[in-house]
């Protein structure tokens, strides 16, 4: 296996990471009585995120957990597959 596919596919391992945290995310609101549907977080996950920090911030004065793991991986997925595109071309 070459670089650019192993960075690949820590890309879309990342990816899934943070499609799951986006599902966690989407649940945590509809228990709280917020419209949050977990099959449509892959065209709402800021939406969500937004509403999510919003939310405990104001339960707890602090930002969720969940917001700062999808953040991470989501970033990181965005930085492999770049990565992994700059190796395959370069």
């Known amino acids: 296996m070459d670089v650019s596919r192993l960075l690949a ?9 943070a499609l799951g945290f986006g599902v966690a995310v989407a649940n945590y609101l509809r228990e709280r009585g917020h419209r949050a549907n977990p ?22 004065g602090q930002v969720g957990r969940l917001h700062y793991g999808c953040s991470v991986a989501s970033a990181w997925a965005v ?7 700059l190796v395959r071309v370069l």
């Not at 977080?41 to 707890?60: D, G, N, P």
Request: proline share 0%.
């Open 79 to 85: 930085i492999l597959a770049v990565a992994a595109i």
């Open 39 to 60: 099959l449509f977080v892959k065209w709402m996950v800021f939406r969500y995120l937004a509403t999510y920090r919003r939310v405990t911030l104001e339960e707890t």
């Open 9 to 17: 596919v820590l890309a879309v391992v990342c990816a899934l990471t």
